[in-house]
C-alpha cells in the first residue's frame, strides 16, 4: 500500500508496497517509482493535550491494532484495524496507503482488460461479473472502495493532512463515488501525512463487523464501524459508517436518524438496521449485501446497547 496514488506518467509513491508490489508483478501499473523517507511526524501516534490523536501516515496497521491506549479511547479503529488483511500484510501496511490503495475489481487487476480507472472508455463491471460489487450505485464505477480504514475514520470524523491541504474529511480525500477514474482526490504528487481523530466522546462505546464470503484473509462483502453513546437507556448519539457496498465508504445517515433518542429496545434497533440500505441501488448481482447490510447494522446495535 502507498501513502497516495499518482498518475502513471509521473510515477507512484512506495511506502510499504503491499499493493504496489501486487499490482506492478501483474503489469497493472508501471512506470517510475519514488521510494519515500518518512519523516518523524508521520510515524507513529502523537496525543496533543486535549484528548485527540494524530496518527502519522507511516503508522503500520499492526501498530494500530495492537496500542492499548488507541484501544482505549478508539475501540472502533483498534477493532477494524485487527480485521485488516492477515498478519503479515498487517505489519508492513501503513495507514496512509490504506486509505490510499487502489482498486480491487478483477477487471481493474486483470492487466489485459480496459476499465475506467485505467483510461478505459467503461466500467466492463457493471455489464459484467459484479457479484462482489456495489449495492448503492452512485458513479460509473462499480467497484467498492478498498479501504476499510477510511470507513472506520468516516465513523470517527476524522481528518487528513497532505503535504498541500489540512483538514480534510473522508469524503474531501475520496469523493462522492461520482468520478469512476479515480479511488481517490488526491492531486498527482499529493502525499498524505497523518490523520487526526477527535477526542473520543464521554461513555461512547464501539465495535466492527465485517461480513466475508470465507472465514479469514478475505475482503469484506460488507462492513461496518459503529459508535453509540447510550444514557438512561436511550441512544444519544449514534454514527454508522459502512464499507464494502459503495465506490465510496458510506455514512448510514438514514439509521442514524432512526434510532436517535430512541429507547434501546431490540424492536427500535431492529426498525432502524432496517432503513441502512436506505437509498441503495443494488446491481442485479448485488442486492444480497444489502440484507448482509441490516443484519450487521442489527447485531452491532444489539451489542452496543448491552
Known amino acids: 500500500m502507498t501513502p497516495t496514488a499518482m498518475t502513471a506518467t509521473a510515477g507512484e509513491f512506495r511506502a510499504a508496497g503491499t499493493d504496489l508490489s501486487e499490482r506492478r508483478r501483474s503489469g497493472v501499473s508501471t512506470g517510475p517509482l519514488i521510494d519515500i523517507v518518512a519523516a518523524p511526524d508521520m510515524i507513529g501516534m502523537h496525543w496533543p493535550p486535549d484528548g485527540s490523536l494524530r496518527l502519522g501516515a507511516f503508522t503500520t496497521i499492526a501498530a494500530i491494532a495492537a496500542d492499548a491506549r488507541l484501544a482505549a479511547a ?91 491541504r489540512s483538514s480534510l474529511t473522508i469524503g474531501d480525500l475520496l469523493g462522492d463515488g461520482s468520478n469512476g477514474a479515480a479511488d481517490n482526490a488526491l492531486q498527482p504528487g499529493e502525499m498524505i ?26 475482503w469484506p462483502l460488507v462492513e461496518v464501524c459503529a459508535r453509540v453513546v447510550v444514557k438512561d437507556g436511550a441512544f444519544q448519539f449514534i454514527r454508522l459508517a459502512a464499507g464494502g457496498i459503495a465506490p465510496v465508504p458510506l455514512r448510514l445517515a438514514a439509521a442514524e436518524a432512526a434510532l436517535q433518542g430512541k429507547a434501546a429496545f431490540a424492536s427500535a434497533i431492529a426498525e432502524a438496521a432496517q432503513q441502512a440500505s436506505s437509498g441503495a441501488k443494488p446491481l442485479p448481482m448485488t442486492g444480497y449485501k444489502l440484507d448482509l447490510l441490516t443484519g450487521v447494522v442489527q447485531d452491532l446495535l444489539e451489542r452496543l446497547a448491552r
Open 74 to 164: 478508539y475501540p472502533g479503529i483498534a477493532a477494524s484495524a485487527q480485521a485488516l488483511a492477515t498478519p503479515q500484510v498487517r505489519h508492513l501496511a501503513t495507514l496512509g496507503g490504506n486509505l490510499a490503495q487502489r482498486s480491487r475489481c478483477w477487471y481493474y487487476r486483470n492487466p489485459h482488460i480496459a476499465c475506467l480507472k485505467k483510461g478505459g472508455p467503461d466500467c466492463p463491471a457493471r455489464p459484467g461479473n459484479h457479484l462482489y460489487h456495489v449495492a448503492f450505485d452512485l458513479g460509473p464505477c462499480v467497484a467498492p472502495h478498498p479501504s476499510t480504514m477510511a470507513a472506520a475514520l468516516l465513523a470517527y470524523d476524522a481528518k487528513v493532512t497532505t503535504d498541500r
Open 193 to 218: 501525512k497523518s490523520v487526526t481523530l477527535p477526542s473520543p466522546l464521554q461513555d461512547e462505546r464501539a465495535l466492527y463487523k465485517r461480513a466475508i464470503s470465507r472465514t479469514h484473509a478475505e
